[in-house]
């Protein structure tokens, strides 16, 4: 096991020695031919729909380079994991970090439930009705419950019904499938609800009022940026510009 002074030692080489990486990528690589490893630290909302597409469009640009996706819902010291870059959602950056958007630039909380569900139980006419319902709940790994907001005009509520099914953020997809088999009311991603919307399987439940934050933002150190990784920020940039969001 190392030591106190060991365990300082390796904090502090950490940050050099990944700047050492990066340096030695930058050596091997021109403007034309970008090559080497890209490894990011995100979270697991942007790998249902919004980070594959990203990542498989980068790839076929830049075949010579490699991705590493670790997925873990916690802000981590990306440095000290031995990444290059993260994606999150609006956390507290250090100073030292620059964030880019990826993705939408606005998401939507939605709530639904399936109409098995709703069929049998009684009309849902506004949020505090729904603390007498069964509510599937996600779990961040932090122990965090992720919170019912609501939000109309000027009016903003938190609801907080006891939980007949509780899921981990990482297993959302087993959530989801449990909310359309009839067993309660979900809260998510609208975006991950909208495919269960258009197939009829899941039923939107107050829609006015469902709250809207800002989409996942792309952060990285300012003092670490190796080639693999500006390719992948000009390449976010580049395609947020040309779908119209580069002035979100």
């Not at 250090?94 to 606005?106: E, N, R, S």
């Not at 006419?125 to 709940?137: N, V, W």
């Not at 109309?152 to 959530?175: F, Y």
Request: proline share 8%; glycine share 6%; hydrophobic share 45%.
């Amino acid at each position: 096991m190392p030591t106190e002074a060991g365990n300082a030692l390796a904090a502090r080489l950490t940050p050099l020695l990944a700047e050492t990486r990066a340096a030695l990528q930058d050596a091997a690589n021109s403007q034309a031919d970008v090559r080497g490893l890209l490894k990011l630290n995100v979270t697991g909302a942007v790998m249902i729909d919004i980070l594959p597409p990203v990542i498989d469009r980068f790839l076929t640009l830049h075949p010579q380079v490699r991705v590493e996706i670790m997925v873990d819902d916690r802000l981590v010291d990306i440095v000290a994991a031995g990444c290059d870059a993260g994606i999150r959602y609006g956390e507290h950056l250090a100073q030292d970090m620059i964030a880019v958007p990826v993705g939408p630039p606005l998401q939507r909380l939605a709530y639904a439930a399936a109409p098995s569900y709703l069929a049998k139980h009684p009309t849902i006419s506004g949020p505090r009705e729904l603390a007498a319902h069964a509510a599937i709940r996600l779990r961040f790994s932090s122990g965090a419950l992720v919170a019912w907001e609501f939000e109309r005009g000027d009016e903003l509520l938190t609801v907080d019904p006891p939980s007949r099914l509780t899921i981990g953020v990482d297993a959302a997809p087993a959530a989801i499938a449990s909310a359309r088999a009839g067993h309660g009311v979900i809260a998510t991603f609208q975006n991950w609800l909208d495919p269960y919307f258009e197939n009829g399987s899941l039923q939107p439940i107050l829609p006015e009022w469902w709250p809207t934050f800002e989409g996942p933002q792309l952060y990285f150190s300012r003092r670490f940026v190796p080639a693999p990784l500006r390719a992948f920020i000009d390449f976010v940039v580049s395609q947020r510009k040309s779908s119209g969001r580069d002035d979100a």
